[in-house]
């Protein structure tokens, strides 16, 4: 029976959690259609451009993504720092919703009563918890990319085929695996050759090899959202220069060390390159004493591996 997601996202138990959207069907609703030919891919720059929004409005920073034609990954780390003030908070809200009228007032400055100051207050302490919370996050993402890819279609109906899965991701080794298995997955279905050639991805952000057009077709910003000031722009959450014993704020690896292990993992089972296990494993491996083979298994069927782990919520 399906779990509500309160009782699957536990920021104590670990920040980092893998999510899963897959279009209705599993139709190819942001790739090619093949029965009339149309092509949907601009709307994969949608999603791309509404998750690095999304990231700068809440407090929850991105790890890694791939926007594939019919679905999408995304690896998210839950609960940054969130010690903004009442003001900063409105201001970030009302990037998404226009707000109800007492906030208005607040914000032109308007003389409140004791009574209606209190109702702002309490209005500003829930969107501050929704400011943390993955749901909302998902909800902000999936629900304005379904209406506009509908507004084009001229039709109604479901864009995604359920709520979002997601995955706790308990362990270093689990967030790393399940990073390289998002990064590759370009790779793994065929429509890329190496990971700074994967449109759409982290890896390819990173790197900076994008080849496609630098801004969307269409915003991501949807319709009825009318940002009230320009916010700072988020990069993706970056990796530590070196592992440490105390709590790091960023990715807890290298990235010159997760890059080569991307690259290494890219060359194994490859037809046009060596098939061969390297003597030298990646220090990533090696520091981590992960053994080789289970490392391939991980990093190429990560969702069946770690399937039982997988949710849906209600």
């Known amino acids: 029976m399906p779990r509500p997601r309160k009782a699957l996202v536990c920021v104590s138990d670990t920040p980092y959690y893998h999510c899963v959207s897959r279009c209705v069907r599993r139709t190819f609703l942001c790739g090619r259609d093949v029965q009339t030919g149309q092509c949907f891919e601009h709307r ?23 926007v594939m034609s019919n679905h999408y990954h995304l690896v998210v780390k839950v609960g940054s720092s969130c010690n903004w003030t009442d003001d900063e908070i409105i201001q970030r809200w009302l990037h998404l919703y226009k707000g109800p009228l007492l906030v208005q007032r607040y914000r032109n400055a308007e003389e409140l009563s004791p009574a209606a100051q209190s109702t702002v207050t309490d209005i500003v302490a829930v969107w501050r918890a929704r400011l ?9 993402l999936n629900e304005p990319i379904a209406r506009m890819a ?33 990064d590759l997955n370009p790779l793994r279905a065929g429509i890329a050759q190496s990971p700074e050639t994967s449109d759409y991805t982290s890896i390819q952000e990173r790197l900076g090899t994008s080849s496609r057009s630098a801004r969307p077709t269409k915003p991501a910003i949807a319709p009825h959202e009318k940002p009230v000031t320009a916010l700072e722009a988020k990069p993706l959450l970056h990796f530590e220069t070196a592992t440490v014993a105390e709590r790091q704020s960023g990715i807890p690896f290298p990235f010159k060390d997760y890059l080569a292990l991307v690259d290494w993992t890219a060359r194994q089972g490859r037809s046009d390159k060596s098939g061969a296990i390297a003597g030298d494993l990646p220090p990533l491996l090696s520091r981590m004493d992960i053994p080789i083979d289970q490392w391939l298994l991980n990093s190429r069927r990560f969702e069946a591996v770690f399937h039982r782990q997988f949710r849906l919520a209600a």
């Open 44 to 66: 994969r720059s949608w999603i791309v451009e509404r998750i690095h929004l999304l990231a700068s409005v809440f407090a929850i920073d991105v790890c890694a993504y791939a």
């Open 132 to 140: 943390q919370d993955l749901s909302w996050f998902m909800k902000c």
């Open 150 to 182: 509908n507004r084009e279609d001229q039709c109604t109906g479901h864009f995604w085929e359920a709520r979002f899965k997601s995955q706790a991701l308990r362990s270093e080794q689990a967030l790393l695996a399940c990073m390289a298995y998002v």
